[in-house]
């Protein structure tokens, strides 16, 4: 724990029109040194709440946060944001437009505890280096692009050289190619730096490219934790499995086990799925199963975990084509091969392996569905 964080059991609410609102709801995350650690979720599930209060910029109805060992916030304890050893990155950057970008990149060195002239600009010039930011030092901030700005406030928050990293949504502003570029580029840094670092993000594929593990939230709460190949693979419950991409989601009963598989009978037909110990026969299930697990064929194959179906939609994307493909009342989510696109109105045959169909308790988060679906 030298550099991690540790958090027990944080609560924090808001009066919002007389009523209280739990924001965030009995959390608690061990979080390793150098570790690139992801909350996500949809809006208002926390996760910003939750990192606000690791800043020290809201306190907690309760429960205690670590930083480095050091106890920052608990019943006796309330160490104010400029003494927790962090920086900070937010959503709008918050550049000063009446700055150059090296007075931008200076401030934090130049509050509080006097340090040399000489160590201030050896600080900038490394900080704007580490962001391939040293040709703009003397611009001023309003001349720069929106990944500049970007480039700037990281560079800012990292010029103390903090033990902690907190990155709010620090790409949402950016337009999808230079967001794509910019999810290699803090990995890289944080890499190279390595340091604690905690991110927020509603973005899917944000959390998935960067992240050591991850923190899926909802309703203030930690619904499961996990390194992203388990979250995206292995999702606990149906909100999870729906959030986290596409999924198509089938309803069934749990008909018969062994130790390679679970079998499953649904409106469309039997699945034989990835065994789960957890599931007892004759339980309502649901099946999720990702649109790149699915192969689009026109096979004509029968049998377990094939359905024939008609396509409703095809949308080429280049790399893929994207497929909705109806089978009775569920409507599939697939992704097919590009050089083999299948129009409207198609007959084609789907199939899945065992272990990409994945089993949810129908008593999981999101309870049964009323019919399958993709989402």
Request: aromatic fraction near 6%.
């Amino acid at each position: 724990m030298a550099n991690g964080i540790r958090i027990d059991r944080l609560r924090h609410s808001y009066g919002r029109n007389g009523h209280e609102v739990t924001a965030v709801d009995d959390v608690s995350i061990d979080i390793a040194e150098n570790e690139f650690y992801t909350l996500l979720g949809p809006s208002g599930c926390g996760k910003t709440t939750t990192l606000r209060c690791i800043a020290g910029l809201e306190q907690p109805d309760s429960g205690t946060i670590e930083l480095g060992g050091t106890v920052v916030v608990s019943d006796r304890v309330s160490v104010p944001t400029y003494r927790r050893d962090i920086g900070m990155v937010f959503q709008d950057y918050a550049v000063w437009p009446h700055m150059s970008v090296f007075d931008n990149v200076a401030f934090p060195l130049q509050v509080g505890k006097r340090m040399p002239r000489s160590e201030i600009a050896d600080r900038v010039e490394q900080a704007l280096a580490l962001v391939n930011m040293s040709q703009y030092i003397d611009r001023r901030a309003t001349q720069l692009s929106g990944g500049q700005q970007q480039r700037l406030s990281l560079a800012r928050a990292l010029v103390r050289q903090p033990k902690v990293l907190l990155l709010d949504e620090p790409l949402s502003n950016l337009d999808a190619k230079l967001r794509e570029q910019m999810r290699g580029e803090l990995r890289l840094i944080q890499q190279s730096i390595g340091i604690t670092t905690v991110f927020v993000t509603h973005d899917q594929l944000e959390a998935l490219s960067l992240s050591t593990r991850i923190a899926v939230m909802k309703d203030g709460k930690v619904v499961q934790e996990g390194t992203p190949h388990d979250i995206y693979l292995h999702p606990q419950n149906e909100f999870v499995a729906d959030f986290i991409g596409a999924t198509t989601f089938v309803s069934g009963v749990a008909v018969a086990t062994t130790k390679e598989s679970l079998s499953v009978e649904t409106p469309v037909g039997a699945f034989a799925c990835a065994p789960d110990e957890t599931i007892t026969l004759g339980q309502d299930v649901i099946i999720a199963i990702r649109p790149e697990a699915i192969t689009v064929s026109e096979s004509g194959e029968t049998g377990a975990n094939t359905i024939q179906g008609q396509v409703e939609l095809s949308l080429f994307g280049g790399e893929a084509v994207d497929y909705r493909v109806r089978a009775g009342d569920v409507l599939f989510r697939a992704r097919g091969d590009a050089r083999q696109q299948y129009a409207a109105g198609a007959r084609v045959t789907l199939s899945v392996r065992a272990g990409d169909c994945v089993v949810l308790p129908a008593s999981a988060v999101g309870g049964p569905l009323v019919e399958a679906s993709a989402r």
